[in-house]
């Protein structure tokens, strides 16, 4: 079975400044794919960026970016220059078969002015 | 615009009522899912279906119910034997199963169901 862990319920990061968001994960499968999502306060799922396990590089969108550690199985997600538009829940996913997701218990960003 | 259209956005249910939840895609998506998220916590899959006609039991199934006769409409039925339905519920579409790893779902914007 797949179990993805988020390590932080809240996180404070100051405007301007970049920020580390945890993410460890467990599976058995060689074959596999980690995801993260942004939720605001609306409810819908934003996808942000996607890292194959197979992929060399690091997964990078933008001011986000993903640190893949695949021997500590972390897939950390580093958000640079932080804006007050980020301030929301930070999900990160593992793909299974069929493109089914299995998600962490999610991380609450707060950017400060 | 394609996107996923989820509807109602709010629903109250008196105990005891059978509910039910519209999700449609314009996006030409194989695969619909549906997930459920309590609050403070990470979703959780209750059914998906890869093509019409066919959908399979996720993670949190019971006391719920899907049917896929078209490809756009995968609607999501909260029965009476679903002990605690209040929560979020979201629904989700992704390009074909033998579409490479890497294909995200997306989602629409949620049902927020409230037992009354």
């Known amino acids: 079975a797949q179990k993805i862990t988020q390590t932080q319920p809240g996180m404070f990061v100051q405007e301007k400044e970049a920020v580390t968001l945890d993410c460890t994960y467990d599976t058995s499968d060689p074959s596999y794919g980690l995801f993260w999502y942004k939720q605001p306060s609306s409810g819908e799922m934003i996808f942000l960026i996607y890292?194959?396990?197979?992929?060399?590089q690091n997964a990078t969108e933008g001011r986000y970016s993903l640190n893949f550690q695949k021997a500590r199985k972390s897939a950390n997600l580093v958000i640079s220059a932080s804006q007050l538009g980020d301030s929301a829940m930070y999900f990160c996913?593992?793909?299974?078969?069929?493109?089914?997701?299995?998600f962490g218990g999610g991380t609450r960003l707060m950017v400060k002015p | 615009d394609g996107g996923i259209t989820q509807s109602p956005k709010y629903l109250f249910r008196k105990e005891g009522q059978n509910v039910t939840l519209s999700c449609e895609q314009n996006l030409n998506h194989d695969a619909m899912y549906w997930y459920r998220q309590d609050p403070g916590q990470g979703l959780r899959l209750i059914y998906y279906?890869?093509?019409?006609?066919?959908?399979q039991k996720g993670d949190i199934a019971e006391g719920y119910s899907v049917s896929r006769e078209k490809k756009e409409s995968f609607p999501l039925t909260v029965t009476s034997a679903q002990k605690n339905p209040t929560a979020f519920y979201l629904c989700?579409?992704?390009?074909?199963?033998?579409?490479?790893?890497?294909?995200?779902?997306?989602f629409g914007q949620g049902t927020r169901l409230t037992v009354v």
């Open positions: 279906s890869q093509i019409v006609n066919d959908f």
């Open positions: 996913a593992m793909q299974r078969a069929g493109n089914m997701l299995t």
């Open positions: 890292q194959g396990s197979y992929d060399q």
């Open positions: 989700a579409s992704s390009m074909d199963r033998d579409s490479p790893t890497g294909t995200e779902a997306f």
